[in-house]
């Protein structure tokens, strides 16, 4: 019996330590990216905001007022920042799309002056500015205590919250982790909204993540500059390639099969022969192609998507494919 429970208290301790996510930034294991990093190629270069009250228990009190939106703009730690406010939200767009790369996508950065005095935010994403989708945030923060104004917080136990990590370092985010999603473009990521976590315990109030548990963070924060302050997003993959738009013109009745797999042939009915056929990836670097009685081998490619670009005397169309592998 007493082995029996050993090997359940053993079951316990395992789960608690495989459930911490990434640590303070500086630590080994870190996920947290200096805002002079090289990886980053843009900034947010425009922003809305909706602000959020100073306390939303007492509107009396009135809403956030410190910075304005331009604050949120350019490289992190430059301007100053934007204060949401509690549940209050700012949404950006910037020069280029984001896209899906290799590892994280882009990051944003909050102005916490120390690794545990933390004010989060939740991160939703949209490749048309109205439909908007949320990464999976996940506290396992007690919800015994409320966090007071200025509690601390333990970044390991955060996981896709912006604020996690002190001021200068931003918190990054995986577009991987939302690929399926309808109406979602992750390889053309147009804007990116910052969402203020409300970190108050009482059930009218509280903001919950992904698996509906209560988010407790520093609450009630009731100044101008309350809530979750944006400093900054930075891109780290970026769609430099605008130009093209689909074209369902005669000259491609049907492109077939679409979904492709890398290797295999793709065929279109066309009305001409005397054309130049191109594919096209989300990065812009154009891929020739032989045509061949109105067929062609799709070469061994990334998966991801790509536009077909067919070129006659007098006109240029395009083609969305999706290449699986």
Request: aromatic share 12%; net charge negative; with cysteine.
């Amino acid at each position: 019996m007493r082995k029996a429970c050993f090997i359940f208290l053993f079951g316990l301790l395992s789960l608690g330590k495989a459930q911490n996510y990434p640590p303070a930034a500086g630590q080994p294991g870190s996920t947290a990216i200096f805002k002079d990093s090289s990886v980053f190629v843009n900034w947010a270069n425009a922003c809305s905001v909706k602000r959020g009250y100073v306390d939303v228990s007492n509107p009396g009190l009135g809403y956030a007022s410190a910075g304005d939106s331009s604050l949120a703009l350019g490289k992190a730690g430059e301007n100053g920042v934007l204060s949401l406010g509690d549940g209050g939200w700012a949404t950006c767009s910037f020069p280029f799309p984001i896209r899906n790369g290799p590892g994280f996508d882009f990051a944003v950065f909050e102005n916490g002056f120390d690794d545990f005095f933390l004010e989060l935010a939740a991160v939703e994403v949209s490749s048309d500015g109205i439909h908007f989708f949320a990464f999976p945030a996940h506290s396992l923060t007690d919800t015994l205590v409320q966090k007071g104004p200025f509690d601390s917080l333990d970044a390991k136990r955060l996981n896709n919250l912006a604020g996690k990590y002190r001021g200068g370092y931003g918190t990054p985010f995986d577009l991987q982790e939302l690929q399926g999603q309808n109406n979602l473009d992750i390889q053309s990521v147009s804007h990116v909204r910052v969402i203020d976590v409300v970190g108050a315990l009482y059930q009218q109030y509280a903001t919950r993540d992904a698996y509906q548990n209560k988010i407790n963070d520093p609450w009630p924060t009731p100044f101008p500059s309350g809530g979750f302050d944006l400093d900054a997003i930075g891109v780290i993959h970026q769609n430099t390639y605008l130009a093209i738009k689909e074209n369902e013109n005669e000259i491609v009745d049907s492109v077939f099969p679409n979904p492709i797999r890398a290797g295999e042939t793709l065929y279109f009915n066309h009305t001409t022969a005397d054309c130049t056929v191109k594919l096209i990836s989300s990065l812009g670097i154009a891929i020739p192609l032989f045509l061949s009685n109105q067929s062609l081998q799709i070469p061994d490619l990334q998966a991801g998507v790509y536009h077909l670009e067919i070129i006659t005397d007098n006109h240029i169309f395009y083609k969305k494919i999706l290449v699986e592998n």
